[in-house]
């Protein structure tokens, strides 16, 4: 929606948290070309449906019959694209390159904006991708994008576009361009021989870290108002009080589609600033704006992102906060435009520039030049001990600017190659905070994923940790060598989040980190049960610790071998009741997400998710598969 897309920028936004990796039945790919080779037949026809329509303004029968046949069900604008079914999933492709084609086609036909908007405003309602006036917002602050990406990218095809947003078995890319660019990797002095251990456990002198992820902070939020609103975003106060009392905003958050009041990111904050008073640092790894997607402004977001901000400094004046950019931070959302893109209403200066601003409250001046060119920096906190915070947006599927230029997204992963390259020489350890996943995820553009995980792979050993934010899930992923499969290298950690978006509670995760290594030795996840803290909306919520990752699971310390140890009795039937309670804590004990369980074809999947790091190399996840079913 968009521009000419603006169908895929509205089914991309449905399913913007098509994040988890999908176990593939047995057939899969069989059954994928058989939908593939019908959905082909659908797609000419629809073609010739459209053509009518636009030159006579009349849809015929069988177009409105097509239009009535794809309409989208609520269901479809909840659910994850990796676990729909597999002929929704080839539909859904096959939609986006029937409409996508014949809005490229317009354009370099002649269409004006005017044409292209009245176009993709008519098949979003008619298709109720989503409401109007999220239809109608949506397209309205994206489609000068589109027009200009098409305008200055003569070579580009629907298929592509389609294959990008929706990247699966169902979506090929076969445009080489996306995918032929590669790093300069400075290469190893010898092959990795081992997975990666230590012998250092938690102790008093560990280094003690809180992360803070995902706030999502909405000005709009009002208890009382509508929780069920079928929008991307609701419990705001524009979108009334529903008679139905079960169906009104709660106090203190809702598990529906709702973010945050204010009233709770005061809480999460002053609760870690009370009770972790402790803490040597903070990462807040971004995503402070709420989920209203059709209708942010520069406006808008600078003053919620600048509340957020000056509560942090009000409360963390001495503690260092390390910050970085989530991808709702964007106007449009999602949206990061190359650097040497400098039209006023494309260009990301205007964020760059005052996040460069506002960190400078924690961070050196030498993070300026970084920070204010892409959203990125590097700083060494202490002898031996650096931290990178990068912007990787850019390789979000649903950034546009990926269809201009593909090529441009090697730029910031370079820098960080280098940034590793010098640490090393240095004897530095590394933290690395990115707050989309690289690995197991759908929305990680997958040449990035590729990409990145070479760097891990090149320097696993100066890496101490990463952390991300993102999926709204208590989480992790752990790094396998690319040329030794068996081998688990690194972990990914990742925050959770504030906002309850969607069935789960809010939460927030303390690290204790060895002094000597930085690596990550255990974790404390602490949150709150939203039903209990709306019933009494007259006192603060009740903070309670989830679990400790090292005691709950039986490990000394949270090394990568350690950590796959656990991986690897969770794929047994004799560590089922472990990988239960491991999507127990990844959903935060949610009370809807609990309601609704996980089978063990859910559980599996769950554990897939933290072992597969790129895109099509699913070997983890099919040998966890094979002793998950032994009898």
């Known amino acids: 929606m968009s521009s000419v897309l603006v169908l895929v920028l509205v089914l991309g936004l449905s399913f913007e948290y098509g994040l988890g990796y999908q176990v593939k039945p047995h057939g899969y790919n069989e059954t994928i070309l058989q939908m593939q080779a019908q959905y082909e037949r659908v797609e000419k026809e629809f073609r010739r449906e459209f053509l009518i329509w636009k030159q006579t303004g009349v849809k015929t029968d069988r177009f409105n019959q097509m239009l009535d046949a794809w ?92 294959a990008v947003v929706f990247q699966s078995s169902a979506c090929i890319l076969s445009d080489q361009s996306f995918v032929d660019w590669e790093l300069q990797i400075d290469p190893r002095d010898e092959p990795i021989q081992e997975s990666k251990d230590f012998d250092h456990v938690r102790g008093p002198n560990s280094i003690k870290i809180v992360h803070i992820t995902d706030l999502h902070y909405d000005p709009k939020y009002e208890t009382g108002y509508n929780a ?92 260092p906060v390390f910050n970085i950019l989530g991808n709702h931070e964007a106007h449009p959302t999602n949206v990061f435009a190359p650097s040497e893109v400098r039209q006023l209403e494309f260009s990301m200066d205007w964020l760059y520039r005052y996040s460069a601003d506002v960190w400078a409250n924690w961070l050196p001046r030498s993070t300026q030049t970084t920070i204010t060119m892409g959203g990125f920096y590097t700083v060494l906190v202490k002898p031996g001990f650096r931290i990178i915070g990068l912007n990787n947006q850019d390789c979000y599927t649903f950034n546009w600017w990926i269809l201009w230029r593909p090529e441009y997204l090697s730029r910031q992963m370079q820098w960080l190659h280098d940034v590793l390259l010098q640490a090393e020489r240095n004897g530095e350890k590394v933290h690395i905070l990115a707050h989309i996943p690289y690995s197991s995820s759908g929305s990680m553009f997958q040449t990035c994923q590729r990409e990145f995980r070479r760097i891990v792979e090149r320097f696993y050993d ?131 997400s609990l309601e609704e369980g996980c089978d063990d074809d859910c559980l599996l999947n769950h554990l897939c998710q933290v072992v597969v790091n790129e895109l099509g190399d699913d070997f983890q996840c099919e040998r966890l598969r094979e002793t998950f079913w032994e009898e």
């Not at 419990?235 to 203190?252: K, L, M, T, V, Y």
């Not at 209990?532 to 309670?544: G, Q, S």
Request: net charge negative; aromatic share 14%.
């Open 71 to 162: 309409k989208f069900t609520e269901q479809d604008r909840r659910e994850e694209l990796e676990n729909l079914p597999i002929q929704r999933e080839t539909f859904f492709c096959t939609l986006c390159r029937s409409v996508v084609s014949q809005l490229i086609d317009m354009r370099r036909d002649g269409a004006t904006r005017e044409d292209l908007f009245g176009t993709v405003y008519e098949l979003c309602t008619t298709l109720q991708v989503q409401e109007q006036d999220v239809c109608f917002g949506a397209i309205d602050i994206n489609i000068d994008f589109f027009l200009y990406i098409f305008d200055n990218s003569p070579e580009l095809q629907a298929d592509s576009v389609c």
């Open 462 to 592: 100066t890496i101490s940790g990463q952390f991300n934010g993102h999926t709204h899930r208590d989480e992790f992923n752990v790094f396998y060598s690319r040329e030794n499969p068996d081998l688990a290298i690194n972990v990914a950690w990742n925050g959770g989040s504030t906002t309850t978006f969607s069935f789960v509670n809010p939460n927030y995760v303390v690290y204790y980190v060895d002094p000597e290594t930085y690596q990550v030795t255990d974790y404390d996840s602490y949150y709150y049960n939203l039903t209990e803290a709306n019933l009494y909306p007259d006192r603060p919520p009740v903070w309670t610790k989830l679990y400790s990752f090292a005691e709950e699971f039986g490990i000394r310390n949270l090394s990568p071998a350690s950590v796959d140890q656990v991986v690897r009795r969770m794929g047994t039937p004799e560590g089922r009741e472990d990988l239960r309670r491991y999507w127990q804590f990844k959903v935060k004990m949610g009370d809807p």
């Open 228 to 319: 069920v609103c079928n929008r991307p975003a609701c419990c705001r106060n524009d979108q009334g009080i529903p008679e139905d009392e079960s169906e009104r905003a709660g106090h203190w958050g809702d598990y529906r589609d709702c973010d945050s009041p204010w009233r709770v990111v005061e809480d999460v904050i002053d609760h870690v600033a009370e009770h972790h008073g402790d803490a040597d640092y903070v990462y807040h790894t971004g995503d402070i704006i709420d989920h209203g997607i059709w209708e942010t402004s520069f406006a808008h977001n600078i003053r919620t992102m600048n509340r957020v901000y000056m509560k942090l400094l009000e409360v963390f004046p001495d503690t």
